[in-house]
Nanobody
Framework: VQLQASGGGLVQTGGSLRLSCAAS????????LGWYRQIEGNEREWVAY???????DYADSVKGRFTISRDYAKRTLYLQMNSLKPEDTGVYYC???????????WGQGTQVTVSS
């Protein structure tokens, strides 16, 4: 099973990006996945996740600006990021949701850079 994040780029403050996380591999459900990011000099942190039951939660720093969603037909998880700030700059990854007992291998992630 592999999760590949994409959609990052360079935007100005206040701009928007939509990240995608495509799941490959048979019999893998996108039911309970999350988005994480690693800002330079900091540990990787969770940003948003959706649980098996459909509950959604966001880190306080992104509430009201980011929206997580999933498309079962495309086996893809999304993260719509609006009102981006320079402090959102980092590498974004997708993986199992934070409460999961295990993680898949971390992929390369996708770089998001927000210029001031």
């Amino acid at each position: 099973v592999q999760l590949q994040a994409s959609g990052g780029g360079l935007v100005q403050t206040g701009g928007s990006l939509r990240l995608s996380c495509a799941a490959s591999g048979s019999d893998f459900s996108i039911n309970a996945l999350g988005w994480y990011r690693q800002i330079e000099g900091n540990e990787r942190e969770w940003v948003a996740y959706v649980s098996t039951s459909g509950d959604i939660d966001y880190a306080d720093s992104v509430k009201g600006r980011f929206t997580i969603s999933r498309d079962y037909a495309k086996r893809t998880l999304y993260l719509q990021m609006n009102s981006l700030k320079p402090e959102d700059t980092g590498v974004y990854y997708c993986n199992t949701q934070p409460k999961a007992t295990s993680r898949l291998a971390w992929g390369q992630g996708t770089q998001v850079t927000v210029s001031s």
